[in-house]
């Protein structure tokens, strides 16, 4: 099955930057490819945030908190999604979620269009 396993995530200052991963392993072939991807945030006792998707053309839609500041990629090679993360600020802590979507499915930053999810990282940012 579809595994989602995210790293890189860790405790810096404000203004400081991070740099998460996301490797992917159990895609059928080309489903990696195939799959939009995303990141995703969540604080104790709040809603899961979307933060950026990817489309599988390399599309991106950054949320409005973040844009400027971080950098989504994703290397199909490596079934690797990255995300860079530039001037952190303290409301950026969180639990960071990585996410696929199905095979040529819809691509949007509402949770409902992935199904598979990786345990998270969690990301600290102190001021």
């Known amino acids: 099955q579809v595994q989602l396993v995210e790293s890189g995530g860790g405790s810096v200052q404000a203004g400081g930057s991070l740099r998460l991963s996301c490797l992917a392993s159990?895609?059928?072939?080309?489903?990696?490819?195939?799959?939009?991807l995303g990141w995703f945030r969540q604080a104790p006792g709040k809603e899961r945030e979307g933060v950026v998707q990817?489309?599988?053309?390399?599309?991106?839609n950054y949320a409005d908190s973040v844009k400027g500041r971080f950098t989504v990629s994703r290397d199909n090679a490596k079934n690797t999604l990255y995300l860079e993360m530039n001037s952190l600020k303290p409301e950026d802590t969180d639990m960071y979620y990585c996410?696929?979507?199905?095979?040529?499915?819809?691509?949007?930053?509402?949770?409902?269009?992935?199904?598979?999810w990786g345990q998270g990282t969690q990301v600290t940012v102190s001021s």
């Open positions: 159990g895609f059928a072939y080309f489903g990696f490819s195939s799959s939009c």
């Open positions: 990817i489309r599988r053309d390399g599309i991106t």
């Open positions: 996410a696929a979507g199905r095979p040529y499915g819809d691509c949007s930053l509402a949770a409902t269009d992935f199904v598979h």
